[in-house]
Every structure is written in structure tokens, then in C-alpha cells.
Nanobody, 116 residues
Framework: QVQLVESGGGLVQPGGSLTLSCAAS????????MRWYRRAPGKGRELVAY????????DFADSVKGRFAISRNNTNNTVYLQMSSLKPEDTATYFC?????????WGQGAQVFVSS
């Protein structure tokens, strides 16, 4: 059974940093591209970061480019989202995601609040 377990959310001041983690199990993690999405209050779901299976290719939404980084450790089956220079508009619930056998799998969501 595919499982994605997120951690690391919380409250941070504008300009601060936070790193989210997603521990994956139940599939061949090293063969799977991974993504982070977010949903802000009153807004639709937004793809914020992508990383290829080997970690050699990444892409970011324009709104976070230069501030966020995505990485993975294929030994401990974890994908990370490193967030810096955080802005109030980054406040959202963040979800890690993978696609396995045409089915979308999601983590439970990690809440990030950026506020003074």
C-alpha cells in the first residue's frame, strides 16, 4: 500500500525558513518522480515543485522560484521541500504526491502558516 507521511509544517515569520519532509513507502520510490502541491485558503491546488526519480531534474512554480528547493534521498525514501524567504502568500496546506499505476497518491497535508 502506497503511503506518504508528511512532517515539518508549522508557523514561521515572513522571511523565515521551513523544511517539509515526506516519507514514502509501499512502492519503488527511487523509480518515481515526486511532486509537492499546495492549497491556500480560498484558492485552487497549485503544483509548486517537481523532482525526477533520480533527482537530476527539478521544476518550480514561478511564485516560488528562487526561494524553494526540492530534494530527495532515495536511500531513506524521503522527499523534501526546503522553503526560504517565506511570504504570507505561501500560507497553505502542502501535499506531497506521486503517481503509481495511473493512480494519484497524496500525503495527509502539512499546514504552513507565514505570519508575523
Amino acid at each position: 500500500q502506497v503511503q506518504l507521511v508528511e512532517s515539518g509544517g508549522g508557523l514561521v515569520q515572513p522571511g523565515g525558513s521551513l523544511t517539509l519532509s515526506c516519507a514514502a513507502s509501499g512502492f519503488t520510490f527511487s523509480a518515481s518522480a515526486m511532486r509537492w502541491y499546495r492549497r491556500a485558503p480560498g484558492k485552487g491546488r497549485e503544483l509548486v515543485a517537481y523532482i525526477s526519480s533520480a533527482g537530476d531534474k527539478t521544476d518550480f512554480a514561478d511564485s516560488v522560484k528562487g526561494r524553494f528547493a526540492i530534494s530527495r534521498n532515495n536511500t531513506n525514501n524521503t522527499v523534501y521541500l526546503q522553503m526560504s524567504s517565506l511570504k504570507p502568500e505561501d500560507t497553505a496546506t502542502y501535499f506531497c504526491h506521486c503517481l503509481q499505476d495511473t493512480q494519484n497518491y497524496w500525503g495527509q497535508g502539512a499546514q504552513v502558516f507565514v505570519s508575523s
